[in-house]
Nanobody
Framework: QVQLVESGGGLAQVGGSLRLSCAAS????????MGWYRQVAGKQRELVAN???????NYADSVKGRFTISRDNAKNTVYLQMNSLKPEDTAVYYC???????????????WGQGTQVTVSS
């Protein structure tokens, strides 16, 4: 079994900061891409940022310059540093990982349970 466990969500004020963490555990051989998505009730889940195993990053235009994604490959953990938060950043944030469980097997996609981020003015 593989689990993605998120932490770090909560309440922040406009202009404030929060840091999300997501640790992958279980039977894991390698993790190709780790990322963060967010979803507002009634809307589609959207990509916030992701990072490949070589450190290549990708950001949604709405968070460029404000959010920073990073990962610790030794700990199978991905982080999302969120600065200059805006009310429109309020959402449930989900961790996502595309990983290989055993050598030679195909990659599978996994989701965390989600963590609420609320930005209040």
């Amino acid at each position: 079994q593989v689990q993605l466990v998120e932490s770090g969500g909560g309440l922040a004020q406009v202009g404030g900061s929060l840091r999300l963490s997501c640790a992958a555990s279980g039977s894991i051989f390698s993790i190709n891409i780790m990322g963060w998505y967010r979803q507002v009730a009634g809307k589609q889940r959207e990509l916030v940022a992701n990072i490949r195993s070589d450190g290549t990053t990708n950001y949604a235009d709405s968070v460029k310059g404000r959010f920073t994604i990073s990962r610790d490959n030794a700990k199978n953990t991905v982080y999302l540093q969120m600065n200059s938060l805006k009310p429109e950043d309020t959402a449930v944030y989900y961790c996502n990982a595309d990983l290989v469980r055993r050598y030679g097997s195909r990659p599978y996609n996994y989701w965390g349970q989600g963590t609420q981020v609320t930005v209040s003015s």
